[in-house]
């Protein structure tokens, strides 16, 4: 699977996305549950794209086949947490199609609510110029009909202004998304807190997912980079730069770091 946006240099350092075996993701994870991490973040360049490359093949875990592919993880990554009362968040989740699938599942409680989405832009020659994987001309309805099936939605983003031969028309164009964006999500907001306050005698603001973690958080990256001479890829506590992750191989667990040559 290859990616190449125009602004973007990650690719061409690093190589095409190569997935993760899902069992190896799937056993990472439940150790992690199993040492008491309650938050885990669920990484990627681009998470939706989970699988693409290997053609969604399937994989297994304690003992029963599951596909490759970012609705099954996800699913099954919900049902691991759930007994340890651990949250699963998505991060880089592009605005595909598919990632309707996974609303449900939010809805559900089965993970938390939360997409983080780089929609970069507004205007479709903007993002045809930036060679964005996902058409973004529709994003407003798409955002809209997520929150039809999950009002507890939050979703965050990435902006690129000054992008070269963006025009004032098009500058303003992405204004106009943001501020329509806020809207709906302000309307969605009230009408969610009015409905729960409605249905139950709980104070409007308590929600079954808090909108930040406490306790211990961890990543979980679904994609090995292809280098020249070796994959890599490791797990480690966020915040940390690339260069501190891979000078800590002697750190203690639960950091992971595997690393296999080409």
């Not at 609705?71 to 049902?79: H, I, K, P, W």
């Not at 507004?122 to 110029?129: E, G, I, M, Q």
């Amino acid at each position: 699977f290859r990616s190449r946006c125009t602004f973007c240099i990650i690719p061409s350092m690093r190589g095409d996305l190569v997935s993760r075996p899902i069992g190896d993701v799937l056993k990472e994870a439940h150790a992690l549950f199993e040492s008491g991490v309650k938050e885990l973040l669920v990484i990627s360049q681009d998470t939706s794209a989970y699988g693409v490359d290997v053609k969604y093949r399937t994989g297994f875990w304690d003992g029963k086949p599951v596909k490759t592919r970012m609705l099954e993880l996800v699913q099954t990554l919900g049902e691991i947490a759930e007994p340890y009362g651990a949250w699963v968040r998505l991060h880089y989740v592009y605005p595909y199609p598919s990632v309707d699938e996974v609303i449900p599942l939010m809805a559900t409680g089965k993970i938390l609510p939360y997409l983080d989405v780089p929609f970069q832009h507004s205007h479709p020659d903007v993002l045809r110029r930036m060679k964005r994987p996902a058409s973004g001309e529709r994003n407003l309805e798409r955002i809209a009909r997520w929150r039809e099936m999950c009002p507890e939605l939050v979703v965050r983003s990435t902006f690129i202004a000054g992008f070269p031969g963006e025009t004032e028309t098009e500058f303003q164009h992405l204004l106009d998304f943001l501020r329509e964006a806020e809207s709906l999500a302000h309307a969605r907001e009230q009408q969610r807190l009015h409905q729960r306050a409605l249905a139950s005698h709980r104070r409007p603001d308590e929600g079954r997912h808090p909108r930040c973690a406490h306790g211990l958080l961890f990543h979980v990256f679904l994609h090995q980079r292809r280098y020249a001479s070796s994959r890599i890829s490791a797990i480690d506590r966020p915040l940390r730069s690339t260069s501190q992750a891979r000078s800590a191989s002697t750190a203690t667990p639960p950091r992971v770091r595997t690393a296999t040559r080409s």
